[in-house]
Structures are given as C-alpha cells and as structure tokens.
C-alpha cells in the first residue's frame, strides 16, 4: 500500500480529527509530506476538512474505482493488483496485453470509461463515463483448450449473485454470457483465450455491469435492451464496493471450477438460468435453430431438440 492510501485509511479510522504530526511519526515521514499527501487525495475527489490545531478529517469519498477502495470489499486473496485506468480502449485489450509480460492470475484491470468497448461478436459495449464497472480479470487455469469454454458462466453466476446480494432482485441468465433484469441486458461478458497447442496460457474475462447509468445516458441503439442497478431500483451504488463483492463471486465460482471441474459449473449455471424445457431460438451466423433446450452439455454448449433432433450449439443468439 503506498502512502497516500495508508493516509486515508488513518482518516477513516477516526472519528473526528487526526493531526498532522500523528500521521508523520507514524508513517516516519515530515509533516510537509503528510501535507502534500492530503493534497493528492484532495485531487482525486476526496473531501478532507482541515483545522488548524486538530489536523484533518475525511468528510466525503469520491465514487471513484479506486484500486484501494475495491481492496476493502475483497473478502479473500484471490485478487492479487488492480490496474486503474481513467480511460481506455478496452479493459479486455489492457489486460490481454499485461497478460503477455507475464502478470500472475488474479491481475484485474478496471476503468472509468472505455473508447472502444467491445462484447461478442466485435459488438460495441456502450462505456459512459464514472457510471458504470468495466472490468477484466486475467487467469491462468491449468486446462487443456478444449475444456475452457464453460470459464464464461463464471462471470454472470458472479454477477447474478452479487445483484441479489445487493438489491435483492432476481436475474435471468441467458446463454451464453449475459444477465438480465426483467427483461433487459445489465450485464454482458467477454472471454479471451491464448492458448498453445495443449494447454491454455491465459484467460481473460471482461465484464461490462451496467451500475448507475441513467435512461438518458443510455446510447439511443440500445435504450430498449439495456437497463442498470439504478433504472430497475432507482438508487444510486457505491461502485467500488459492488466491483469488490462482484470479485469476491467470482472468485468464489473459479474455485469451485478449478476444484469439481466444468461440468459442476455448467450444472450450476443451467440451474440458475432454468433453461431446460425451454423454447428458444437460436441464430448462428445467420442460421436459425428453433426448438426446447435439453440443457447445457460439460463442454458449455446448448443442447436444443429440433424436432427430435438434440443439436450441440457451441455459440450463437439466443432469443426466448
């Protein structure tokens, strides 16, 4: 933790006021530093009262995704940094990138806003600004290529949980990748592999989580799909904290994939979406496959009956 975070944490600590020479004597720094430290987290937003003869107190946090104000909602360890941005291109092309010098599983890039957010398909995720959480995780799990596909439930189990854990509401997962709240796409989610010929090198997962995005920043295109925590709850979240409980899932279901395998996720994830005996159409690259789902096989893919016919679709747009 570098200074200026163990600063604020001595502000938060108190109640009242912390003088300038307790924090010097317990960092070993001057009293000209703490106050040049102050200063920086006043120019990231932070409100802080100064008063002569009492020191400073912490009055207000910026809504800000902060690497240090997410730490603080990580129940575990599985995290092991997270690389702030402001603005990017893609969250997902950073954390490709950093994956390639070498940087361990657990290395999270998060931005405020994204210039060419991207979801499947080469499709445009729509990034406005402080709203929302766009999120990429790397992993490295010890798989053959073939078995990676059913990692992408990880992400959407992690965020159906963690919108029920913090609104309450209920969420209907659609294959492959989204969530939805009554009806409309809050959440959709990215998988990016570099394999070799017989192992996976790495895994990224990019998450787009629509958090306090109003209806009128929503981008015309989308205003009759999209929706967020705020437009179904109309209350506004601290998204620090929602991106460190949404961690905390996901790290809670990769554990359970690493230790009971992709069938046992597949199982989870076609439990919560409820999607056997299902009607549903699927288009694939314009090809259009109408029928009941039978489930999801251990591989990730849907299982759809065309007529009597059980189709393996490894991909595609599911319409209800």
Request: hydrophobic letters at 30%; glycine letters at 10%.
């Given at each position: 933790m570098d200074r200026t975070s163990e600063i604020l944490g001595f502000l938060r600590d108190t109640n009242s006021y912390i003088s300038g020479d307790a924090i010097s004597v317990k960092l070993g720094i001057s009293r000209t530093a703490v106050w040049k430290y102050i200063n920086q987290l006043e120019k990231k937003g932070y409100g802080i009262s100064k008063l002569k003869g009492k020191g400073y107190s912490l009055v207000s946090i910026p809504d800000r995704l902060f690497p240090w104000e997410i730490n603080r909602h990580l129940y575990h360890s599985f995290v092991k940094e997270i690389i702030y941005k402001d603005t990017v291109d893609s969250t997902n092309a950073y954390a490709f990138k950093t994956a390639l010098t070498g940087k361990p599983e657990g290395t999270c890039v998060v931005a405020e806003s994204q210039s060419g957010g991207k979801g499947r398909l080469n499709r445009v995720w729509f990034s406005p600004a402080y709203k929302n959480i766009y999120l990429s995780v790397v992993l490295r799990p010890p798989l053959h290529p073939s078995r990676v596909y059913p990692i992408t439930f990880l992400s959407s189990l992690a965020v159906s949980d963690t919108i029920k854990d913090i609104t309450g509401l209920s969420t209907t997962l659609k294959w492959?990748?989204?969530?939805?709240?009554?009806?409309?796409?809050?959440?959709?989610?990215?998988?990016?592999?570099?394999?070799e010929a017989d192992m996976v090198k790495f895994v990224i997962i990019g998450i787009g989580f629509n958090i306090n995005m109003n209806a009128q920043e929503t981008d015309e295109s989308i205003k009759d799909k999209a929706t967020s925590l705020y437009m179904e709850t109309y209350k506004t979240y601290n998204r620090a904290y929602v991106c460190g409980v949404l961690l905390s899932f996901l790290e809670k279901y990769y554990a359970i994939f690493l230790e009971k395998g992709?069938?046992?996720?597949?199982?989870?994830?076609?439990?919560?979406?409820?999607?056997?005996?299902?009607y549903i159409e699927i288009n694939q690259t314009g090809e259009v496959f109408k029928g009941i789902s039978e489930g999801i096989d251990p591989s990730g893919a849907m299982l759809l009956n065309v007529d009597g016919e059980v189709k393996k679709i490894i991909a595609g747009d599911v319409f209800f």
């Open positions: 492959p990748n989204d969530v939805l709240i009554n009806g409309k796409k809050v959440c959709g989610t990215l998988l990016e592999i570099s394999t992709e069938r046992e996720i597949c199982n989870i994830w076609e439990g919560k979406a409820q999607i056997k005996g299902k």
